[in-house]
């Protein structure tokens, strides 16, 4: 699973990067609707230019968020200042909470590894995500208790990391105040709250015991821990799946925001929570119609506006709102849409790599199963035009997660990174590992790294985190 890139010392500019990301041109058996469709899809594409602006705007709004200036980019102090080094041990708790699923995990670290785990998974129905927080808080707290009771773990006081995958702010390692719900979250009066404050609370009005909280993580750290522990190169976490994020490694005197006191670190994890660059403007010189309408239709309108242009939430609907123009256009289905099609959110992400799958393997099959699926009436040129905003979407996808990620590799002090990476849209979209390799070895060409699928970074990752906290506890109690 470890693609590894070799060095290569050429220069970048704007013109070479437009050699290396052209699309070959698409062919309709109708000239004129091919070069329609071509036009209504321009402004998905991305050249040299823009991207050396992104990347340009990118590092300005890192360097802001680090000193604690005005950007979209939270930029948050973890609290994290090393990375497992083989010699955590223990047994932990984990909690992961982020999507439809809580999962309580109860694992084994010998040499910083995670040996033996047991994991069961709570469904979050839309009434805890969308309804009062309260009530989200007291289904986690029941949560654990079942687990801990099932797995006879309640008469210990078992160490817990908590993975919470939405923007917190910190304050310490063991505290996180939501700055905002993302992806299908929305329960109320959770957002400003310190959501290791909102745990414990809840377990303590359930009388329940058995748990001590050491940390608070993002799962964009825990993928770099659990990354660590595979490949001790790791110095980015990054999260491609329903949500997108990256965390990496900074060095401690850059990072203004300090809460706590010092003990001489000389890194830090920075949780960049670049799902909401661009939310204050400096991104909407790539902003289409069609990134518009998604926002729009969107649980949180006006923001995470990065998120909506990469992660495995927004790419499908993306799909379907320009298929949705394209017909309204008279250019596609000849001019007739399907009732699903109309249906905010009825393309899903996981259609999109289907999709793409076919156009890897010059075949349509899994196009015309999902056109079939959705009542659409097509014929073959339909397919290609489905086939190409598809690729066009995800390309563009890959390409802004390339550019950023790449600034990350460049302002590590190190020749040879690993990224450690994880989430569905990395794991199943069939091109983008490839993309992500090919364009940021194209934009940092002077590096060595590669990307490294750490799996399951939220739920390992919290075990690991806790066993740092530990550790770095004692070193502190002893100093
Ligand atoms: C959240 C991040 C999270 C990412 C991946 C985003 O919506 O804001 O905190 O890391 O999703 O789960």
Not at 364 to 377: F, I, P, Q, R, S
Request: with cysteine; hydrophobic share 40%; aromatic share 8%.
């Amino acid at each position: 699973m470890v693609e590894t890139s070799q060095r290569n010392d050429n220069e970048v500019n704007a013109g070479s990067i437009d050699k290396v990301i052209k699309t070959p041109p698409l062919h309709l058996s109708d000239q004129w609707k091919c070069k329609q469709v071509e036009d209504v899809l321009s402004v998905v594409k991305l050249n040299g230019e823009i991207i050396k602006r992104i990347q340009a705007t990118f590092e300005n709004e890192i360097e802001a968020g680090l000193s604690d200036k005005k950007s979209s980019l939270q930029m948050e102090n973890t609290y994290i200042p090393e990375l497992p080094d083989g010699s955590e041990e223990g047994q932990f708790l984990a909690l992961d909470l982020g999507g439809t699923n809580f999962r309580v995990i109860l694992m084994h670290i010998k040499k910083g590894l995670v040996t033996d785990e047991i994991v069961k998974h709570y469904h979050i129905s839309d009434e805890l995500r969308l309804g009062s927080g309260l009530k989200l808080f007291d289904f986690l707290a029941a949560s654990i208790s079942d687990f801990v009771h099932e797995y006879q773990v309640h008469e210990r006081v078992i160490p817990l990391g908590f993975t919470f995958s939405f923007p917190m702010h910190q304050t310490s390692l063991d505290s996180g105040i939501l700055v905002t719900w993302t992806k299908s979250f929305k329960s109320t009066g959770v957002e400003k709250q310190d959501v290791v404050k909102m745990l414990k609370d809840a377990i303590h009005r359930r009388e329940d015991n058995h748990v001590e909280i050491v940390c608070i993580l993002n799962d964009s750290t825990g993928t770099l821990l659990q990354g660590a522990s595979l490949d001790h190169r790791t110095a980015i976490g990054l999260i491609l799946g329903t949500g997108s994020n990256a965390c990496y490694l900074e060095k401690a005197d850059k990072v203004k925001h300090w809460e706590t006191e010092r003990h001489g670190e000389k890194n830090v994890v920075i949780d960049i929570e670049w799902g909401a660059f661009g939310d204050n403007g400096v991104l909407d010189f790539i902003r289409s119609e069609f990134d518009r309408c998604v926002d729009d239709n969107s649980l949180i309108q006006g923001s995470f506006t990065f998120e909506k242009y990469i992660s495995g939430k927004y790419l499908g609907e993306l799909v379907r709102v320009v298929l949705c123009r394209l017909v309204r256009d008279g250019l596609l289905f000849n001019g007739v849409s399907s009732p699903e099609l109309v249906i905010p959110n009825s393309f899903r992400t996981s259609f999109v790599s289907l999709i793409e799958q076919d156009s890897v393997d010059g075949l349509t099959h899994y196009t015309e199963k999902v056109l079939d699926d959705l009542g659409l009436t097509y014929n073959d040129d339909d397919i290609l035009i489905v086939q190409r905003v598809c690729h066009l979407l995800s390309l563009r996808a890959t390409l802004l997660v390339a550019v950023c990620t790449a600034v990350l590799v460049r302002r590590i002090d190190r020749d040879d990174i690993t990224i450690a990476v994880d989430g569905s849209l990395y794991k199943y979209h069939p091109r983008l590992k490839h993309w992500l390799q090919k364009y940021i070895q194209l934009l940092v060409p002077d590096k060595t790294f590669r990307l490294l699928l750490a799996e399951d970074g939220s739920g390992k990752g919290a075990g690991l985190a806790s066993a740092v906290a530990l550790k770095l506890g004692a070193l502190q109690e002893n100093k």
